[in-house]
Antibody, heavy 123, light 108 residues
Framework: QVQLVQSGAEVKKPGASVKVSCEASGFTFTTYAMHWVRQAPGQGLEWMGWINAGNGNTKYSQKFQGRVTVTRDTSANTAYMELSSLTSEDTAVFYC????????????????WGRGTLVTVSS | DIQMTQSPSSLSASVGDRVTITCRASQSISRYLNWYQQKPGKAPKLLIYSASSLQSGVPSRFSGSGSGTDFTLTISSLQPEDFATYYCQQTYSAPPITFGQGTRLEIK
């Protein structure tokens, strides 16, 4: 079954770090890029960064640069997102999503999403 | 960064209504525009890609149009399951990938 399975909810204290996992199954993990998207309660979608699961190259949003690290373990078909220096404003659901390319014009979209991981930051 | 602005931010409509949501980019993005639907507590779901291509399995009452800076998502006849929040997304210039702020579609 083609799916992305994310790790469970986390509660963290301000200043701590959190690492969320996203395990891929049913497809060849290393032929895709994996993205991370944050959604604060009642708010919209905010892109954080991505990793090329094949070569490990990453790109990040300037907003999270320096605080976010996206990695992958090809032996486990898993992508990870670590966010450091957490504040209450990081309380959110974090989604991983698969990037799907089509055609010859560089078009792509998110065709597969994980169910999301709720991270609560509270003292 | 390319800014994406959706209008309206919220919308009340009735089952059977025709609804249009607009997304405007701060600069031309050709047709690098996708639409997603999100229901409460769920991950977003792709509806439309490349501005007007219907994702497999999505009902034909959904359609998209536009290019350059102005795009629309139209639902031709609202069904009860369509009440959700809708987001546009540009992939023309990344990073960063940017989303519109969302349009919440509510039952009148």
């Amino acid at each position: 079954q083609v799916q992305l399975v994310q790790s469970g909810a986390e509660v963290k204290k301000p200043g701590a770090s959190v690492k969320v996992s996203c395990e891929a199954s049913g497809f060849t993990f290393t032929t895709y890029a994996m993205h991370w998207v944050r959604q604060a309660p009642g708010q919209g979608l905010e892109w954080m960064g991505w990793i090329n699961a094949g070569n490990g190259n990453t790109k990040y949003s300037q907003k999270f640069q320096g605080r976010v690290t996206v990695t992958r373990d090809t032996s486990a078909n898993t992508a990870y997102m670590e966010l450091s220096s957490l504040t209450s404003e990081d309380t959110a659901v974090f989604y991983c999503a698969r990037q799907f390319y089509y055609g010859s014009g560089g078009y792509w979209y998110f065709d597969l999403w994980g169910r999301g991981t709720l991270v609560t930051v509270s003292s | 960064d390319i800014q994406m602005t959706q209008s309206p931010s919220s919308l009340s409509a009735s089952v059977g209504d025709r609804v249009t949501i607009t997304c405007r980019a701060s600069q031309s993005i050709s047709r690098y525009l996708n639409w997603y639907q999100q229901k409460p507590g769920k991950a977003p779901k792709l509806l439309i890609y490349s501005a007007s291509s219907l994702q497999s399995g999505v009902p034909s009452r959904f359609s998209g149009s536009g290019s350059g800076t102005d795009f629309t998502l139209t639902i031709s006849s609202l069904q009860p399951e369509d009440f959700a929040t809708y987001y546009c997304q540009q992939t023309y210039s990344a990073p960063p990938i940017t989303f519109g702020q969302g349009t919440r579609l509510e039952i009148k």
